[in-house]
C-alpha cells in the first residue's frame, strides 16, 4: 500500500518534516521514553512487575501483533502508517487513570482503542507522538436479570454482550450494532445502532450509567461525573471526553419467535418501484418492523451482460411471520412477501443471521484478530423521499460511476420520539433515513486506494440534492475525515465537522468539553474543541 494511505492525517505537513516525524517517532521509543513511561506507571499504580508486563515498545517481539490485532481496516495497515511510541493494554481498570496521567506528563498524546472500528483509524493513529490504549483485556459483563441490566466494559464487543444476556435469557437482547467484532468503547459512545432502532431507539439511548476516567486521573460515574458529561458521552463520542471505561444498559424484551427476509429486485424486476416504495413504507410502518434497503450496482440476470441496478431489503420483524406478511400485504404489496420468503427463529439465531452465519451462538465469540478488508464509507440523511425519476436518473450515475453501492437504515418509530437534546445524538425526527455509502476493495496499492475514494466521493456528490442541507449531516460511527478535520484543534476548524455530526447539539458538546478537558489533551482529527482554543 502506498502513502496515500495517510493523507487526511498529513497532507498539511511538508513531506521532508513527515519523514523527520517518523524518524524521532521511532528514536523516542528507544528506551528513555519507554522507561520513564513504564517508571511512571509503576508509581502510579505501585505494581512494577505488572506494568511491563502490559506496556509494549516498539522493540517489544509482541508490538506489530499487539498493534495489528485490532486494525479494521487495511488502509491503516502498512509500513508507512504512523505507529505509537508506545502501546499499553490495561488489565485492570486502576491502570487507565496511571497510563493518562503519564502521557500527558511525557507529552504524548492518547489514542484509546476498543474494538477498532473507526473507519479512519483514529482510534491507532496520529501524526504526533502518540500512545494506544488498547481496552481489549477490560472486557467483562456483568449481567444482572433482576435488574434487567448489565455493566458492560469498554474493551468487550457487542458478539461477547449479545452472549452473555443470551447465556441468562432467551427472551432479552439489546439494540446494538449487526457486526459482532464492533467495540462497545467506540459504539455506544457515538451513538451506535441495529435492527431494533425503530422499537428501542439507539444503543446510547438504553444507557444508564457509564464510568470514565478524566484528564486528572479520576474514575467518575454517573452521579460523580455530572449530567453533562453524562449526557455528551451519549452520542458525542467518548475520545474528547476521556476514557470510558464501562457502560451500564438496560437490557430489553424480545419474543421468543421474531422473523426475518431477505428480498432482492434488479431494474428489470421493478427495483424502482420497490425503493420509491420503501421510502414511504420503511420510516413509517410497525416499529417492529425494521426493513434495510441495500442499493448496488450489478449485472442483469435478463439482459446479459449488462449493467443493472439490484435492491435488497434485509429485514427483521419482532413478532410472527403472519403478522409481517400481513402487514406488508397491506402497506407494501409492491413487494410481493409470502410466508415461505420469511424465516421464524429466536433473537439471537437472528443476529447470526444478519451475519450469514447459521451456526451456534459460541460464532459471536470470535474476536477474529488481524484481519481486515480496505474500506471507505460516508454518510447522509434523507428526509423527503426521492421522486421516481430522480432515482432513474441515480441509477444510471451508480452504474457509471463504478463500484460503490449505499445501505439506507430507516428511521421514525422510537427515533421520533426522543427529543434532539436528550442525548448528544441529534438526527432524530424529520429524518427518514440514513445513507451510508460503501466501498470495500482488495489490497491493489495506491491506485485501487485512489480509485475507490473518487468513486465513493463522486457518490457523496451525485447524493446532494436529496440529502439534508445546512448543515449535511453525517454519522459520528461512520467515521470520514472528508467532511472536515482539526489540525489545531481550533474551535473554527472543529465547528466545520462538529455541527455535521451534532447539528445543534454541538455547542453544549463545547462548553462540555471546556469544562472537563480545557487543555484539550483528549484530541483527534475530529474531537470536540474547547471554546477558547483559536
Ligand atoms: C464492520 C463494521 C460494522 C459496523 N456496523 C455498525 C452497525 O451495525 N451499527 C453502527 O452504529 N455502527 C456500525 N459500525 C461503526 C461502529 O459503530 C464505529 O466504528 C464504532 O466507533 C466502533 O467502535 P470500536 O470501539 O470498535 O472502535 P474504535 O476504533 O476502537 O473507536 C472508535 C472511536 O471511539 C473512541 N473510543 C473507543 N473506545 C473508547 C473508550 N473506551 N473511551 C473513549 N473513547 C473511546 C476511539 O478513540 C475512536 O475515536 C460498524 C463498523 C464496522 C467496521
Ligand atoms: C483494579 O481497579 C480497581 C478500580 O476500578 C481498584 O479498586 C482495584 O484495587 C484494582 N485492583 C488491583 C489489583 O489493582
Ligand atoms: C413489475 O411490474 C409489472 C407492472 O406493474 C408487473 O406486471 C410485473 O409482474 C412486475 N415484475 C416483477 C418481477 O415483480
Ligand atoms: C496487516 O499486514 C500483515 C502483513 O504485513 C498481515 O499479515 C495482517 O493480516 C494484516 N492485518 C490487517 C488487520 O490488515
Ligand atoms: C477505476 O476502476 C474502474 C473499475 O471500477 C476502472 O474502470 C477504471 O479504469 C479505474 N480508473 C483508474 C484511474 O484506475
Redesign the pocket.
Known sequence: MGKSSQLPYLSRLPLLFLFLLQISTTWAASNSVYETFVQCLSDQTKQPDLISKIVYAQNNPSYTSVLQA?I??AQFNTSSTPKPVIIVTPTNESHVPAAVVCSKKNGLQI?????????A????VSDVPFIILD?FNLRSITVDMNEQTAWVQ??ATLGELYYSIWKKSKVHGFP????P???????V??????NMLRKHGL?TDNVVDAR?VDVNGRILDKNSMGEDLFWA?RGG???S?????AYKINLVSVPETISVFRAERTLEENATDIVYRWQQVAPTTDENLFMRMLIQPSTSKVNKGAKTIKATIIAEFLGKADDVVALLGKEFPELGLKKEDVKEMSWIDSVLWWNQNNGTPEFLLNRNPNSADY?RRKSDYVQTPIPKARLEWLWQRIIENGRPGMVFNPYGGKMNKIPITETAFAHRAGNLFKVQYSVTWEDGGIEAENNNTAQIRNLYRLMTPFVSKNPRSA?????DLDIGISHSGSYAEGKVYGVKYFNQNFDRLVKVKTAVDPQNFFR?EQSIPTLSSK
Do not use: K
Open positions: 485490532y479494521r481496516n489514542r484509546i482503542r476498543s474494538g477498532g472500528h473507526d473507519y483509524g483514529i482510534s491507532y481496552m469498554t474493551g446494538a450494532g449487526v457486526c467484532t464492533v467495540g462497545v468503547g467506540g459504539h459512545s457515538g451513538g451506535g445502532y441495529g444503543t470514565i458521552i463520542g467518548g475520545a471526553f476521556g476514557v470510558i471505561l474500506v454519522y459520528l460511527n461512520y467515521r483527534n
